[in-house]
């Protein structure tokens, strides 16, 4: 069984990634782009801010430096696949792949940066305070811009880019800035936990993409087990309840990851935590294909 102490750190954490979550679902759900530069832009933004903290910075001024990081990375992305002619998928991995050397270059060429002694958004207060203060006001935002004028346009070149185009949208803006804003979000994560960790690390987003979609499919399936989104009738709640399904998703994950490795009977250690997660979200993509109901 959990701890108090191992539940609240796993929700903490599941908080925190809660906003990655919502940047995947921005690019993956919101304007059909399958991206996958966050592995590259997630550390970016966790070391921009480190370094800037390091130098004595102030760590929310550090947190918005590191969403114009991941933003700028989102750019590169749009920019080689709609100018340069690269497919969605290669031009995610080519800038995540270039990422790593930029990231090395702004740690000054260490793997890691440390924060301990250093002040950080999580110096003063209760840290599950700060992380759901930021998340939730997140999730409002970005709730209230996919419900404006730009929102629509942004959802429409998701759901059919022709259609989109002869509205007079302009879909390649579009989907450039749904890939900054995605990035941006992902940055910033980046940002908050190595300040939660109290350090950054080169690696620190190996595995990040599989994490958020796990988050989001398992989000989703929260609100397809209650019915959540048939019930809502107001245009602002659908969207509304998408981003609160992708940070609930995300510290359900989380809560089943410690669960998992803190159960004696399974044998489970921390390494495994990469093959649980590939499980889990067979498990959960398999049910929802063959539409067999988990709850």
Do not use: H
């Not at 679902?25 to 059909?32: A, E, G, K, P, S």
């Not at 998340?135 to 209230?144: D, E, K, R």
């Not at 958020?212 to 209650?226: D, N, P, R, T, W």
Request: glycine residues 10%; contains cysteine; positive net charge.
């Amino acid at each position: 069984m959990l701890s108090m102490l191992e539940l609240q750190t796993a929700v903490e954490i599941g908080v925190i990634y809660g906003t990655l979550s919502m940047g995947l679902y921005l690019t993956f759900r919101t304007i059909n782009f399958p991206d996958l530069t966050c592995d590259g832009s997630f550390v970016a933004g966790a070391a921009i801010s480190s370094a800037l903290i390091k130098c004595g910075y102030s760590p929310f001024f550090a947190a918005v430096a590191a969403i114009f990081a991941g933003g700028i990375a989102g750019l590169c992305t749009g920019v080689l696949n709609l100018m340069a002619k690269i497919e969605d998928l290669l031009s995610g991995i080519i800038v995540a792949f270039m990422l790593y050397s930029v990231n090395l270059r702004i740690m000054g060429s260490s793997p890691n940066i440390t924060l301990v002694d250093k002040i950080t958004m999580f110096s003063e207060g209760s840290s599950l305070s700060t992380a759901c203060a930021i998340t939730v006001s997140l999730v409002i935002l970005f709730s209230y811009l996919l419900n404006t004028d730009f929102g629509l346009g942004l959802r429409a070149v998701g759901q059919n880019r022709q259609f989109a185009a002869s509205s007079g949208v302009n879909v390649n803006s579009m989907i450039i800035v749904g890939l900054m804003g995605s990035n941006a979000l992902v940055g910033l994560c980046g940002s908050i936990f190595s300040q939660y960790q109290g350090f950054c690390d080169i690696s620190q987003g190996v595995g990040s993409l599989v994490i958020g979609l796990a988050s989001v499919i398992i989000g989703e399936k929260m609100l397809s087990c209650f019915n959540i989104r048939k019930r809502a009738e107001k245009s602002f709640l659908p969207i509304l309840l998408s981003f609160v399904s992708c940070v609930a998703g995300s510290i359900a994950y989380r809560i089943f990851i410690a669960i998992a490795v803190n159960c004696d009977a399974l044998g489970l250690r921390t390494q495994d935590i990469n093959l649980i997660t590939g499980l889990l979200v067979i498990f959960v993509m398999r049910s929802t294909k063959s539409g067999r109901n988990l709850c």
